[in-house]
């Protein structure tokens, strides 16, 4: 959990930076092969280097997604803006029980080695809450803000 938990930090740490990334990078002809191969058709594509990871932020289909490789051409893992909807009956129940009638906000669904989650941020009346939650239905508080 803790592994995750610190994974799903760094991809959205890291995520802010996609509106500075910049082309100069030199991206590895093997991890551009890879991209390729996993993002057909894939557009907008921006390239950054961020620690020892190549991160690709883009477009598919109506989709802004932003993708990791290591520096061997592996696939690391990525995040994707979702629509509320496109969250799982489990969830977004969860959601309805704990919170009521809050307004999700945004939603990124986070995919890698360790499976799927979702970083959410929902709003009630007097407060922001940022959660974790997974596709069970489990919801890991992040941080509640007072308005």
Known sequence: MKRLVTALAMIMTVGVSAAFATDDVKVDKDVLSAFQKDFTGAQ?????K???????AFVLGDTRVIAYYSEEA???????????????????????????PADLVEVTEISNDTGTSYKIMLETADKTIKLNAFPTGQLVLVKKIRK
């Open 50 to 56: 961020e620690q020892n990871f190549y991160k690709a």
């Open 44 to 48: 907008h594509v921006k390239w950054s």
């Open 74 to 100: 592996e696939f690391a893992g990525s995040a994707r803006s979702l629509v509320p909807a496109q969250l799982p009956l489990a969830v977004t129940s969860q959601i309805s029980k704990r919170y009521g």
